[in-house]
């Protein structure tokens, strides 16, 4: 048979959704109450993936039977309660189902012409989040896979202004001769952040690197003396403290001399939306670029970051392509935002999951996270533990005894299932990190996981 004739003769698209609805209804009503993190007997299954490319393809049924017998017991509970690893989020439902349904719609979101659904909705979302983040009228949005690239297109939309504003056109002449420009970045910013930096070619041995505190913040008294080919780097939540940098003492600072100061605030940014915890992003708006995901805080589902430029003419000069068959509309173009030319949808998720919350309801959402982490500190302080960062977010660090404790521990409950959290090194020592991103946790998960702690530390101490 053919694979047109195997194409045309398939079931129906009504019956392979259909089978696909089922299976994802299923996971779904489990979701609370799987394991956290696969157990080894669940991870065993992934080897029914390991097939040399097939001569003839399988049926659309046998695809999804094999992605619901092996794969979806090789998830992370990422929709649970318990999943604290990374800075990862859950899902807003109704969230994942305007996703569902745009990829049946199959969008490709780059311009207007191929989507105006996406385009008209990226607009408003653009509104919106300026309207959420106080950001100058001015700020344009583009809507990337996550705050990686939406870091790149910040600074690429940087590096062309401080070379404009230094009398030099990087499109036309490129890096080579051009002026230099000195790169502030201070020892904990985001792994991200080194990387688009090396990815750029500035090189880890040319940035002016600044020193940061005990929570990782910017030392501020210690920044060099600013002029206008000064690129700023800060960050709203630190990944393993949750800390601040002071931005308006920074940003003052920098605007003095016409430099660019971006933030990277992937999931802090989003304090700015708590009445109690805005007081963390004082004067984010006086900065020039900014970074942050829905994914993450916001809980959108998954591959979704936001650039924000106060400069439209640089993020649009830094990312515009051109092309004969490239027509752009009288209408908004998402392309002339990011680096990227095909891509998701996403602004559909994204305009649902705001449309859902309102601004109460992503003040509550969260705020829950930070009661949610003050709730931890307290309980996980009591059964014994170091709390070992200042938890003024949503990030949660603690450590028992020595680096082999600590290690061990870790190790108890990551096996345990209950809940799945990751290690790091904070000043040099081990440390658990925590960190509380999910509308799911609630006061239960929180017992649960001060419970499993509990059991962690009985074993540690056999
Ligand atoms: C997660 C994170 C990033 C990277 O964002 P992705 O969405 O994973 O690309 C950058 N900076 C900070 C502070 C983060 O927490």
């Not at 940003?251 to 708590?274: E, Q, R």
Request: aromatic share 10%.
């Amino acid at each position: 048979m053919s694979i047109h004739e195997k194409m045309r003769n398939d079931l129906s698209d009504k019956m392979i959704f259909e089978k696909a609805k089922e299976y994802a209804l299923a996971y779904s009503d489990a979701a609370d109450d799987m394991e956290a993190f696969p157990s080894k007997a669940s991870q065993l299954l992934l080897k029914h993936f390991e097939e040399p490319m097939i001569e003839e393809g399988k049926s659309s049924m046998e695809i999804l039977q094999m992605l619901n017998d092996y794969g979806a017991p090789n998830t992370v509970a990422q929709t649970g309660g318990r999943y604290y690893g990374f800075v990862n989020g859950g899902a807003v439902p109704v969230s994942l189902a305007a996703k569902w349904m745009a990829d049946v719609w199959d969008q490709n979101g780059g311009l207007y012409n191929t989507s105006p659904i996406n385009a008209k909705l990226e607009s408003v979302c653009e509104s919106w989040l300026k309207d959420i983040f106080d950001l100058p009228k001015e700020t344009v949005a583009g809507f990337v896979s996550g705050t990686s690239t939406a870091n790149l297109c910040a600074l690429l939309a940087a590096r062309y202004q401080l070379l404009k504003n230094l009398g030099w056109d990087i499109n036309l002449d490129g890096l080579y001769g051009a002026p230099k420009l000195r790169i502030l970045a201070h020892r904990e910013v985001h792994a991200s952040i080194k990387k688009t930096l090396v990815i750029l070619g500035y090189g880890k041995n040319n940035i002016e690197w600044i020193p940061s505190d005990d929570q990782g913040r910017i030392v501020v008294d210690a920044l060099p003396e600013i002029d206008s080919s000064c690129l700023i780097l800060l960050q709203a939540g630190n990944a393993n403290t949750g800390a601040f940098d002071d931005f308006k003492t920074v940003c003052t600072i920098a605007n003095k001399y016409n430099a660019w100061v971006h933030i990277d605030g992937a999931f802090g940014l989003w304090a700015h939306a708590s009445e109690k915890l805005k007081y963390l992003t004082q004067g984010i708006e006086l900065a020039s670029s900014w970074a942050v995901d829905g994914h993450k805080t916001l809980n959108t589902p998954y591959d979704l970051g936001i650039v924000m430029c106060r400069y439209p003419d640089a993020m649009i000069s830094a990312l515009q392509a051109t092309g004969a068959y490239l027509v752009y509309s009288e209408y908004r173009d998402p392309i002339l935002y990011t680096t990227e030319m095909s891509k998701r949808a996403r602004a559909i998720d994204l305009w649902s999951t705001l449309s859902y919350l309102g601004k109460k309801g992503i003040d509550e959402l969260v705020t829950g996270l930070y009661i949610r982490a003050k709730e931890l500190e307290s309980g996980l302080s009591k059964v014994g533990l170091t709390i070992v960062n200042d938890v003024v977010f949503n990030q949660v660090m603690v450590a028992y005894k020595g680096d082999a404790e600590t290690k061990a521990l870790l190790k108890y409950i990551q096996e345990s299932g209950v809940c799945w959290l990751g290690g790091t090194t904070w000043d040099g020592r081990a440390a658990i990190r925590i960190s509380v991103c999910s509308w799911k946790t609630n006061d239960e998960d929180i017992e649960k996981t001060i419970d499993v702690f509990r059991e962690g530390i009985a074993f540690v101490n056999l």
